[in-house]
């Protein structure tokens, strides 16, 4: 079973960068499809971006795409998020989550493991 714990979270002025980590236990981290959601108050949580394990296909969503990388090094069980020029609408808490199966996988059910959590504040 793979445990996931978020970090980097913060506040950054608009067009600022921030990087989030989540660091994951569990021997079996390289077989699983990692993604990042986020969730901002009074709103549904929305897929931002996923990789395989293999770290040969990502996915994101439009709204993030050109700003946002998501990769992961096997070898020290950890994915990231790299924000870049963030705006105030990505405001949200990120969450980190894990799927047993290779692929990419943007629906936030299909994720079998997710971590607490961590915010991300860009002040308008």
């Known amino acids: 079973q793979v445990q996931l714990v978020e970090s980097g979270g913060g506040f950054v002025q608009a067009g600022g960068s921030l990087r989030l980590s989540c660091a994951a236990s569990?021997?079996?981290?390289?077989?699983?499809?990692m993604g990042w959601f986020r969730q901002a108050p009074g709103k549904e949580r929305e897929f931002v971006a996923t990789i395989n394990w293999r770290v040969s296909s990502t996915y994101y969503a439009d709204s993030v795409k050109g700003r946002f990388t998501i990769s992961r090094d096997n070898a020290k069980n950890t994915v990231y998020l790299q924000m870049n020029s963030l705006k105030p609408e990505d405001t949200a808490v990120y969450y980190c989550?894990?799927?047993?199966?290779?692929?990419?996988?943007?629906?936030?059910?299909?994720?079998?493991?997710w971590g607490q959590g961590t915010q991300v504040t860009v002040p308008s």
């Open positions: 569990g021997r079996t981290f390289s077989r699983y499809a």
């Open positions: 989550a894990a799927k047993g199966q290779y692929g990419l996988f943007s629906l936030a059910r299909e994720y079998d493991l």
